[in-house]
């Protein structure tokens, strides 16, 4: 028997630490991004990846930024 739980947004509260991260990736690259708005588009469903893409940050750019993120947050 297998069991999965999703506790990510309704027993624990993520968006701090995803957002510090974040930050603290975009101002490593002099970027000055509004994470309240990346992370508003990914509550509305939005790839962290297409979020930055959404905001006008180039296909290159937001790839590294977001396999960082990746690398730190999991």
Known sequence: ????V???GTLLV????QSACLHAIARSYALDLNVEKVWTLKRQGRSTRAALLTLGCSEDLSNV???RWRREIE
């Open 14 to 17: 993520c968006e701090t630490r």
């Open 6 to 8: 999703d506790l990510d």
């Open 1 to 4: 028997m297998n069991l999965a």
């Open 65 to 67: 930024l977001t396999e």
